[in-house]
């Protein structure tokens, strides 16, 4: 499957963006997808995950993040409300196949198939 997400963009802290990621070549209802972020210099962190209806989140982004996912278009969103400084990173989109609610499944990069390209987000203060 191929992932490509959009929507990233320069905002100004408290503001918000949307995130979406398309995909094309699979059967997307069969993927759990995440969010990931990679700030310059630091390695790449897991942000949230849809897994088998279920949403989970990085304690840094619970309250203002929402992941959404409409099966229909293929399509996976990442609502971004509350933006802060510290939001600012490169945002990936991932699929995987397998279903965990391991939170040290779900948080690792290697447990997952496909990756998007990124989107920069950069958020001003």
């Known amino acids: 499957v191929q992932l490509q997400a959009s929507g990233g963009g320069l905002v100004q802290a408290g503001g918000s963006l949307r995130l979406s990621c398309s995909a094309s070549g699979g059967t997307f209802s069969r993927y759990e997808m995440g969010w990931f972020r990679q700030a310059p210099g630091k390695e790449r962190e897991f942000v949230g995950r849809w897994t088998a209806g279920r949403l989970f989140y990085r304690d840094s982004v619970k309250g203002r993040f929402t992941i959404s996912r409409d099966n229909a278009k293929n399509t996976v969103y990442l609502q971004m409300n509350s933006l802060k400084p510290e939001d600012t990173a490169v945002y990936f989109c991932?699929?995987?196949?397998?279903?965990?609610?391991?939170?040290?499944?779900?948080?690792?990069?290697?447990?997952?198939?496909?990756w998007g390209q990124g989107t920069q987000v950069t958020v001003s203060s």
């Open positions: 991932a699929a995987a196949l397998r279903t965990s609610d391991s939170r040290s499944y779900y948080y690792s990069t290697s447990s997952y198939d496909y």
